[in-house]
């Protein structure tokens, strides 16, 4: 953190010096929480490793002939015409 910018000044007008922690007893953090840029578009939550294997998975199935037989879903085992 740069000594010009605007949320410096303003915590060091209230105490606050480099190096030390937040708060009454300087307990607090340090160092700024690290920033994870996601790549992706999906959910904070989700887990790109689980989500990988299970793709793989499918993949394989398909490949085996498993899974739906055509790209209608359950419309293709209940015999429908459409």
């Known amino acids: 953190m ?4 605007r949320g410096f000044q303003l915590l060091s007008k ?3 010096q480099p190096g030390q922690g937040l708060g009454r ?3 607090g953090r340090v160092e700024p929480l690290p920033l994870h ?3 992706t578009k999906t959910g904070v ?3 790109e490793a689980n989500r990988a294997a ?3 998975a499918q993949q394989q199935e398909a490949a085996r002939g498993g ?3 055509c790209g ?8 429908s015409r459409r």
């Open 2 to 5: 740069t000594t010009t910018c």
């Open 14 to 16: 209230m105490g606050f």
């Open 25 to 27: 007893a300087k307990q």
């Open 37 to 39: 840029v996601k790549q």
């Open 45 to 47: 939550g989700v887990d």
């Open 54 to 56: 299970k793709r793989a």
């Open 67 to 69: 899974g739906r037989p």
């Open 72 to 79: 209608r879903g359950f419309a293709c085992l209940l015999g």
